[in-house]
T-cell receptor, first 112, second 112 residues
Framework: DAGVIQSPRHEVTEMGQEVTLRCKPI?????LFWYRQTMMRGLELLIY????????DSGMPEDRFSAKMPNASFSTLKIQPSEPRDSAVYFC??????????FGPGTRLLVL | GQSLEQPSEVTAVEGAIVQINCTYQ??????LSWYQQHDGGAPTFLSY????GLEETGRFSSFLSRSDSYGYLLLQELQMKDSASYFC?????????????FGQGTELSVKP
C-alpha cells in the first residue's frame, strides 16, 4: 500500500487566500484524522471522521477552518481566509479497527 | 482538563539505555501509544499498551501502569538514528479507531 497520501507537500500563500489541503487515507481504513503541528502547541487533533462522517470537530480552531470527506478515499481541509498564525505542518492520519494511526508526510503551510 | 506530561528533552550516548516517562490525566483511558518523529518527518507508530505491564519490540519496550496513570518508553542499545522526538498518546475515546491525545514530545539526542 502507498500509505497515507497528502498534497500539496508545501504551500506558500498570502494572508487572506483560500488554502485547500488534500488527503487520501489507506484503503480500508475507516477513520481519518486531521492534525496540526507547531512548535508552540505541539500536535493538535483538529477533526476526525468515521466512515466519512465527522465525529469530533472540537479541535477546529475557528470558522475559517472546514473539513469534508465526500468518500472513503478522499478528504479536504480548507482554510478561508488564511492568516499567518495558520502556518504549521498539517498531518492527515488514518486507522482501521486496530486503532494504530498511520500518518501522511504532512503539508507544510506558510502564510505570509 | 486532559493532559500528558513528558520531559521536553533527553540526551544519551550511543549504546546506552534511555527511559522516557509519560504521566497522563484524561477523562477516559483505553490505552497508551508511543510515536517517533524524525525532523521533517511524520509521526510513526512504535508501540501500544492497553493493559498493565511491559511490551517488547526489538530494542524498544513500553510499560504501562494504569493505577499510576504512568507509562514509559525504554530504548536500548541506542543508535544515532534514534535521535528524534518521541510522543506518548492516550486513546481517550474508546472507539476502535482510536482518537488520540498527544503529549508535547520528548526530543532525544543520541551522542557518539
Amino acid at each position: 500500500d502507498a500509505g497515507v497520501i497528502q498534497s500539496p507537500r508545501h504551500e506558500v500563500t498570502e494572508m487572506g487566500q483560500e488554502v485547500t489541503l488534500r488527503c487520501k487515507p489507506i484503503s480500508g481504513h475507516d477513520y481519518l484524522f486531521w492534525y496540526r503541528q507547531t512548535m508552540m502547541r505541539g500536535l493538535e487533533l483538529l477533526i476526525y471522521f468515521n466512515n466519512n462522517v465527522p465525529i469530533d470537530d472540537s479541535g477546529m480552531p475557528e470558522d475559517r477552518f472546514s473539513a469534508k470527506m465526500p468518500n472513503a478515499s478522499f478528504s479536504t481541509l480548507k482554510i478561508q481566509p488564511s492568516e499567518p498564525r495558520d502556518s504549521a505542518v498539517y498531518f492527515c492520519a488514518s486507522s482501521g479497527t486496530g486503532g494504530t494511526q498511520y500518518f501522511g508526510p504532512g503539508t507544510r503551510l506558510l502564510v505570509l | 482538563g486532559q493532559s500528558l506530561e513528558q520531559p521536553s528533552e533527553v540526551t544519551a550516548v550511543e549504546g546506552a539505555i534511555v527511559q522516557i516517562n509519560c504521566t497522563y490525566q484524561t477523562s477516559g483511558f483505553y490505552g497508551l501509544s508511543w510515536y517517533q518523529q524524525h525532523d521533517g518527518g511524520a509521526p510513526t507508530f512504535l508501540s501500544y499498551n492497553a493493559l498493565d505491564g511491559l511490551e517488547e519490540t526489538g530494542r524498544f519496550s513500553s510499560f504501562l501502569s494504569r493505577s499510576d496513570s504512568y507509562g514509559y518508553l525504554l530504548l536500548q542499545e541506542l543508535q544515532m538514528k534514534d535521535s528524534a522526538s518521541y510522543f506518548c498518546a492516550v486513546n481517550s475515546a474508546g472507539n476502535q479507531g482510536g482518537k488520540l491525545i498527544f503529549g508535547q514530545g520528548t526530543e532525544l539526542s543520541v551522542k557518539p
